[in-house]
């Protein structure tokens, strides 16, 4: 079946842009032109993924995000007119996915849906990750239900903060890139930023470290990268 995306935006023009070059590529597009219908729309219609424009009507875009993020695992791509580096970050701290600045050129979008798709299901199609729960220290890593549990606790986790996690757990002790964690995680190489990583490190910390001063699972070393602390 092809994946089903909601394209949120207020302007028609752009709208209908993206409609057209999405269905060209194969997915289903459904549409919602303020962030109440957003949220409406998300939650009966289940899309694959979310394109999601900052500024709309009666909700604005960080605004649905925050509260969709809870409900869904689909990625969410925030687009903005603005390119100034707070809005960016803010919107990975409400959760999206990914970040597109207007103006872009549809090739642009659809490599992003494509790779944010792409990565959304690669443990479903790939039967060894299944196989097992990973076991590291405290912490257990259920790779068929997407859920870490610390402790015996669920840890609540966004899709994309899962996969950084089961990454980083299965090389444990080897230390990535930001560069590379881009490549790996997110799936795509020269798109994004790395301060996309650096948010959804930090954001993954507050959910999983039970201490914020020493933390014991990701781990920084200076000026290369990040790391998984070995199990003891």
């Given amino acids: 079946m092809c ?13 209908e842009l993206l409609r057209t070059n999405l269905e060209r590529d194969g997915y289903e597009v459904i549409t919602a032109s303020d962030g109440n219908a957003a949220i409406e729309i998300a939650e009966r219609q289940k899309p694959d993924l979310i394109l999601l424009d900052w500024m709309m ?3 604005d875009g960080f ?4 509260v969709l993020r809870p409900k869904t695992k689909a990625p969410i791509i925030m687009v903005t007119a603005k390119g100034e580096e707070i809005d960016k970050v803010l919107g990975l701290e409400m959760g999206a996915d990914d ?3 207007k103006p872009f050129s549809p090739r642009e979008v659809l490599a992003r849906v494509r790779a944010q798709l792409r990565r959304n299901t690669y443990i479903e199609k790939d039967p060894s990750v299944k196989e097992n729960i990973l076991r590291i ?3 257990e890593i259920d790779k068929a239900a997407y859920q870490i549990r610390r402790d015996g606790k669920d840890v609540d986790l966004t899709f994309r903060e899962f996969q950084l996690v089961l990454f980083l757990a299965e090389n444990a002790g080897q230390v990535f890139s930001r560069e590379s964690l881009l490549e790996h995680v997110w799936g795509y190489e020269y798109f994004g930023d790395v ?3 650096d948010v959804t490190v930090r954001r993954t910390r507050e959910k999983l470290e039970p201490d914020q001063k020493n933390y014991k699972y990701i781990l920084t070393k200076r000026g290369v990268g990040y790391y998984f602390e070995r199990a003891q």
């Fill in 3 to 15: 994946a089903k995306i909601l394209v949120v935006d207020d302007e028609e023009s752009l709208v």
């Fill in 57 to 59: 009507p009666k909700k």
């Fill in 63 to 66: 605004e649905v995000c925050k």
């Fill in 99 to 101: 970040y597109i600045t």
């Fill in 137 to 139: 220290g405290d912490l």
């Fill in 195 to 197: 301060r996309t990583v």
